[in-house]
């Protein structure tokens, strides 16, 4: 069986090669293609997000008997990102290349921390603590992303 931790690193290195092929469209000034990679990975990392709050940090939240600490930081930093990704929108709407740069430069670190934080502690925390209710919390993950 695939570990929770396993498929939600693939789910993050997906995301990343889709943010990545949306840099090269703004680079190329291919604003169609970076109209549509955009909307690739906003759509996938936002899935993403949400498939964690309503599945696995709620799984996690119970069996730790609180929802403060690791869980209500990833909450935080997803509202943070779901933030820039409205600000990218914004600035791919206008084709302002530079302001996607900015904003592009600031996401991809705040991305790069929080993965790193959810694959080092997060995930295999859960992979530890969830025992036999992985493998219907990996099944549901797998379906909402």
């Not at 709620?58 to 069996?63: G, I, N, Q």
């Not at 790193?116 to 919390?137: F, I, M, N």
């Amino acid at each position: 069986m695939v570990k929770l931790s396993e498929f939600l690193t693939r789910d993050h290195n997906a995301c990343d090669n889709r943010f990545a092929a949306f840099e090269q469209a703004v680079q190329d000034s291919n604003w169609p293609q970076a109209d549509e990679q955009f909307d690739a990975f906003s759509d996938a990392t936002l899935m993403h997000f949400q498939a964690e709050e309503e599945i696995l940090f709620p799984a996690l939240e119970s069996v730790m008997g609180h929802s403060s600490g690791p869980t209500q930081v990833m909450r935080m930093e997803h509202t943070e990102m779901r933030q820039l990704f409205d600000d990218m929108k914004q600035a791919l709407a206008t084709r302002d290349a530079d302001a996607l740069s900015g904003i592009g430069d600031t996401l991809v670190i705040m991305l790069q921390q929080h993965n790193a934080k959810e694959e080092q502690v997060l995930y295999p925390l859960a992979d530890q603590l969830l025992g036999s209710d992985a493998e219907s919390l990996l099944e549901r993950l797998q379906a909402a992303v």
